[in-house]
């Protein structure tokens, strides 16, 4: 990816999450010249802890948030076809609970209408008998049968490096670790941003036509509230990663927790089994990021007994853990936040749009929503219709690709058009996953040369997910991949013991069982 430092931009997009990274897509297709700062590293906040599904929304279809679920459905089926092997459709299976919403005949009409909007027919109802085959574990105590339909997954901090990809192949530029600490002003209007590259401590100010605030929950420290009497009301939700093996699924539930009625998935990703998310009130500094409470995994357990009823998943059997913050545009002082909207919210003040809220899922209708109300500052362009996120790629016969079909396929999805210089770049040895994981070291050396790697922790939880996806945050790999690091970033011992200690503190106190040893003492869940 290339840098940019230069004095004068049509726009500078603060925040490197979905919402920055599409926003940046969409203007660069526009022909303006934009750079996108971010304070950490892309994907560092929500946009790589999030449920990772692209997704309509039934629950908000089933609670008659019309608008939202079209936007969110028809988005999941453009990037359906224009992401294969980043946004993968999945099947998903809805119980139904005597005397719980919704009654058979309503699931079955919310349903054929979910299809209808998203233009496909992909639900059908199932029997309790038939839901025991699939999970054989499955308490049926009160259940009523279920239905099958399909929504998507995919790697969200990928999706989100795809993007930026895309643009910075148009032109755009980007920069990681580089905080925007104020805004220049003149009179009233903002004029530009003052930044500060968070490694060597340099200040530069930057001037834009327009500024973009896209820094999620953080948006109200740039901006002012979006409106009189609302807020951004910060929502933490945790997951666990369990091991797949012994607790399989092939596709994604959505049950209900016996402590409170709330809807949770346990599904697959990545070759494991997830579950979450929870929904709390997380007044914490933003800046740290979030922990799964001890409250919070034994409540995800207990949702667990539900599917795993004859051999319940134990804490030794969580493999890792994470949390991430949903930023929440609600009245102030509202009620339950888990029926708060969804929906985004774009404001704008003299030389500044702010955009915040919403879901990964819409980031390019948010884009397309920012854009239009950032061009009363900008030279007009000549309006485009539907412009793609994403070029088509597919393999030529002469690329290298992985034996195993599907991890070649996911690359071409993680890495769009550089996919085939990855692939005809790899040595051989270096294209095959790396144990019990669809990532290879061919992938994790090309990260390292052209994604802006800074830190051992951009590398395996952003570019790659084996933080995620490994015990103890991959350690069994490390010893492959130092090498690596050495040899195409020049760090020596000094400095790879350096992010090695930075890397495992992490993992203990984001990314583990809370309570575990050098982990984060657990916290009580705020209300
Ligand atoms: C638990 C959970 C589950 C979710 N599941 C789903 C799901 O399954 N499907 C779905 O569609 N949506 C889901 N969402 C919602 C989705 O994840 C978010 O809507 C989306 O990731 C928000 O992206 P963002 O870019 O607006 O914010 P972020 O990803 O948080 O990006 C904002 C960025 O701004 C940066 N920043 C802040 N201040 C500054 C500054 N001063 N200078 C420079 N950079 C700055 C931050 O470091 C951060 O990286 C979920 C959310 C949560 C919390």
Not at 6 to 12: E, F, G, S
Not at 22 to 29: K, M, S
Not at 412 to 434: K, M
Not at 469 to 475: F, Q, T, V, Y
Request: charged fraction near 25%; charge should be neutral.
């Amino acid at each position: 990816m290339t840098e940019g430092t230069a004095a004068d931009w049509d726009i500078i997009v603060i925040g490197g999450g979905i919402t920055g990274a599409g926003i940046l897509r969409e203007a660069v297709n526009r022909g303006y010249r934009c750079l996108l700062v971010e304070q950490r590293d892309f994907a560092w906040g929500t946009s790589s802890r999030s449920s990772k599904m692209v997704h309509g929304g039934f629950r908000y279809l089933a609670s008659g948030n019309f608008k939202l679920t079209r936007h969110a459905l028809l988005e999941r089926e453009r990037l359906i076809s224009e992401a294969p092997g980043l946004v993968t459709r999945l099947g998903y299976f809805f119980p139904l609970y005597k005397n719980q919403f919704p009654p058979r005949f309503a699931a079955r009409l919310l349903f054929w209408l979910y299809d209808r909007i998203a233009g496909i027919r992909n639900h059908h109802r199932v029997s309790n008998r038939k839901l025991s085959e699939i999970f054989n574990q499955i308490n049926t105590t009160e259940l009523n049968g279920a239905f099958y339909y399909t929504d998507a997954v995919t790697d969200d901090a990928r999706l989100v490096l795809r993007v930026l990809q895309e643009a910075t192949d148009a032109g755009g530029m980007v920069r990681n670790y580089s905080k925007a600490t104020g805004l220049l002003r003149n009179g009233g209007r903002v004029t530009g941003i003052r930044l500060q590259d968070t490694g060597s401590d340099e200040s530069l100010e930057l001037k834009a036509r327009v500024v973009i605030n896209a820094t999620g929950a953080w948006a109200n420290r740039l901006a002012e509230e979006p409106e009189a009497g609302l807020t951004i009301r910060p929502q933490r939700g945790s997951h666990i990663v369990l091991c797949a093996e012994k607790f399989p699924v092939k596709d994604a539930i959505f049950l209900v927790h016996p402590r409170d009625s709330r809807r949770l998935f346990v599904y697959p990703w990545e070759g494991r089994t997830i579950i979450g998310t929870t929904d709390i009130y997380h007044p914490m500094d933003l800046d740290i990021a979030a922990s799964i409470t001890r409250e919070e995994l034994d409540y995800l357990l207990v949702a667990a007994n539900q599917l795993f009823s004859e051999s319940p998943p134990a804490e030794n059997d969580i493999i890792s853990t994470w949390s991430g913050v949903r930023p929440i545009i609600t009245t102030k002082g509202s009620g339950d936040p888990s029926k708060a909207s969804r929906e985004h919210k774009v404001w704008v003040e003299e030389g500044m749009v702010s955009c915040s809220g919403g879901k990964m899922t819409t980031f390019h209708h948010m884009a397309l929503d920012v854009i239009k109300k950032a061009q009363g500052f900008l030279p007009q362009v000549t309006p485009t219709g539907y412009t793609r996120m994403f070029e088509p790629v597919t393999a030529s016969g002469g690329d290298v690709l992985p034996s195993d079909p599907a991890t070649g396929e996911a690359i071409l999805g993680r890495f769009g058009e550089r996919a085939r210089e990855l692939l005809n770049h790899a040595a051989e040895n270096e294209a095959v996953p790396l144990a019990g994981t669809g990532t290879c070291l061919a992938e994790l050396r090309w990260s390292i040369m052209n994604e802006a790697v800074v830190h051992l922790d951009d590398l395996m939880l952003r570019r790659t997910r084996l933080g995620n996806l490994m015990h103890e945050g991959g350690e069994a790999v490390l010893d492959s991949i130092k090498p690596i690091l050495m040899q195409e970033l020049g760090w020596d011992e000094v400095h790879w013991s350096d992010e090695l200690k930075r890397y495992r503190g992490i993992i203990n106190q984001h990314y583990s069982v809370p309570g575990a040893v050098g982990s984060a003492p657990a916290r009580p869940a705020t209300p």
